[in-house]
């Protein structure tokens, strides 16, 4: 699925391998066999072929087509990333048809003990909100780190390079918003 959709986005913008290769730096076998799922991608690199193709990852990790207005706790997308041991939850409701009819998108998270958000730092065109639910995390802004428990929240501008780990030894438990939906 998550070859198809990227795919798809692709060709629906007119682009070939090799130009997103040229954009993301990436070789277009390498492309070719994400999109063929031979290979699953790092989450940095789903974030640079979403940022190349202008479009917010779950684009790629929809299931179906339709808007929704109601999200039922039951009826909740699930996602989870490749190479990623953090599992979503989507609150808000999805659209798989452009970044632009989405304001913000939010998402609760689980992050198991011992494991860090992303391989590396995140930067994104996005404001970006995080409220732990559930057990401690650290948060790193640039050099600053921040550790969050139960009910504190951060508030996080956009283009600052970030990340998150779980130093504790139980499952974190939170919720990101993320505005304009990137993700």
Not at 62 to 76: P, T, Y
Not at 102 to 128: G, I, Q, R
Request: with cysteine.
């Amino acid at each position: 699925m998550l070859g198809r959709n990227i795919r798809e986005e692709r060709k629906n913008k007119g682009l070939t391998l090799n130009d997103v290769a040229r954009i993301t730096g990436f070789t277009p076998s390498y492309l070719s066999q994400i999109e063929r799922n031979i290979i699953d991608p790092s989450l940095s690199s789903l974030r640079k072929i979403a940022q190349a193709l202008e479009v917010p990852i779950y684009i790629f990790l929809a299931e179906d087509d339709g808007q929704h207005i109601l999200v039922k706790a039951n009826e909740r997308k699930k996602l989870k990333l490749p190479n990623s041991s953090i599992v979503y939850e989507m609150l808000s409701p999805m659209s798989n048809e452009s970044k632009d009819d989405m304001n913000m998108v939010s998402m609760y998270f689980e992050m198991e003990p011992k494991c860090w958000l992303s391989t590396e730092y995140l930067v994104h065109k996005a404001d970006e909100f995080i409220y732990i639910i559930q057990g401690s995390a650290d948060i790193y802004l640039m050099q600053n780190k921040y550790t969050l428990n139960e009910g504190d929240s951060l508030y996080i501008k956009q283009n600052i390079p970030h990340n998150i780990y779980n130093d504790g030894k139980d499952v974190v438990k939170g919720i990101s918003t993320v505005s304009p939906a990137i993700f």
